[in-house]
Nanobody, 125 residues
Framework: VQLQASGGGLVQAGGSLRLSCVAS????????MAWFRQAPGKEREFVAS????????YYADSLKGRFTISRDNAKNTVSLQMNSLKSEDTAVYYC???????????????????WGKGTLVTVSS
């Protein structure tokens, strides 16, 4: 199992970035996918998740309207479009996969089965 995230970098406040995660994970379409982030000195936190079909998405309340998660099951890829970035969005962003269904909403890092190595997003003010 391998999850490879990319797309991080340095961006000015107010800018945008698109993160992608390519998964080598068997039947990708059976996995719930999610993005988490971890800022320096803080715990890893939920950003967004997407159902196996892509029809259902969930976001951390503070990020609704700025971030959009999507997936392409034909390409084994999950993406995170981040707009109107703020300095507090600076973090390492991780994609993660969960093999079992859940009722939707917020996820704990402990709920996920597989993790990528992360990609660093730095937002300068």
């Amino acid at each position: 199992v391998q999850l490879q995230a990319s797309g991080g970098g340095l961006v000015q406040a107010g800018g945008s970035l698109r993160l992608s995660c390519v998964a080598s994970i068997g039947t990708f379409s059976t996995y719930i996918m999610a993005w988490f982030r971890q800022a320096p000195g803080k715990e890893r936190e939920f950003v967004a998740s997407i159902s196996t079909s892509g029809r259902l998405t969930y976001y951390a309340d503070s990020l609704k309207g700025r971030f959009t998660i999507s997936r392409d099951n034909a390409k084994n890829t999950v993406s995170l479009q981040m707009n109107s970035l703020k300095s507090e969005d600076t973090a390492v962003y991780y994609c993660a996969a969960r093999s079992r269904p859940y009722g939707g909403g917020w996820l704990s890092p402990d709920n996920m089965n597989y993790w990528g190595k992360g990609t660093l997003v730095t937002v300068s003010s």
